[in-house]
């Protein structure tokens, strides 16, 4: 059976900047399920793109400035809800481009180029696990490890693009120095198993 797939073997890709990729993107995931601001903060760019299409067509695609986006999603709507312990565990990476940046047009499409000298932009697709338990209620939500005990499980596998820019020190975007920071967000779910709208019900809520 043929396929239009061609696998891609980036050739301009440093060790420096693979490592940097990995240790930011671990950091955003303990961001989130830390609920820990400074470690989500530290990893975005000063523009986010969060694009939930697959996920929700009504939440679409939104652009945040990165205080904003932290703040919302470690708000009580989002991952902020107390009564929610999460673990978002990444897989194996896909560098699927590592070039100059792009226009979002150009993104969007997954245009390939190999011809920068620096790289400016890296968009990656990782294997992703978003493990989402409530906490159990009254006298039996401890157990004698003294970890939550959880009730309710909703659990999702995806696809996860991430972009990043290398912005430098000051917010400014380009290729001479700064550091890799996360730009934008696309989960394409594969399954999901569990309520995950009950599960993240505000704590307050029965």
């Not at 961001?31 to 996920?55: C, E, F, N, R, W």
Request: net charge negative.
């Amino acid at each position: 059976m043929e396929s239009s797939f061609a696998l891609h073997i980036p050739t301009n890709i440093t060790f420096q900047d693979y490592f940097a990729i990995i240790q930011t993107a671990r950091t955003w995931a303990d961001g989130y399920d830390l609920k820990s601001y400074p470690h989500l903060i530290s990893t975005l760019a000063p523009q986010v793109s969060v694009d939930y299409t697959d996920v929700n067509p009504d939440w679409g695609k939104k652009l945040y400035n990165k205080e904003e986006f932290a703040r919302l999603w470690l708000s009580e709507e989002h991952l902020g809800n107390t009564t929610l312990n999460t673990q978002h565990l990444l897989g194996l990476p896909y560098f699927s481009y590592v070039g100059p940046k792009r226009t979002s047009s150009a993104s969007d499409h997954g245009d390939v180029s190999l011809s920068a000298q620096h790289a400016e932009e890296i968009q990656v697709s990782w294997q992703v696990l978003a493990s989402h338990g409530r906490r159990a209620t009254g006298s039996a939500s401890e157990n004698k490890s003294h970890l939550p005990c959880i009730g309710e499980t909703s659990d999702h596998r995806a696809f996860m693009t991430h972009i990043y820019l290398k912005v430098q020190e000051g917010g400014q975007e380009g290729s001479t120095g700064g550091v890799w920071k996360l730009a934008s967000i696309k989960p394409s779910p594969i399954y999901a198993t569990g309520d995950f709208e009950r599960v993240r019900r505000p704590s307050d809520a029965p």
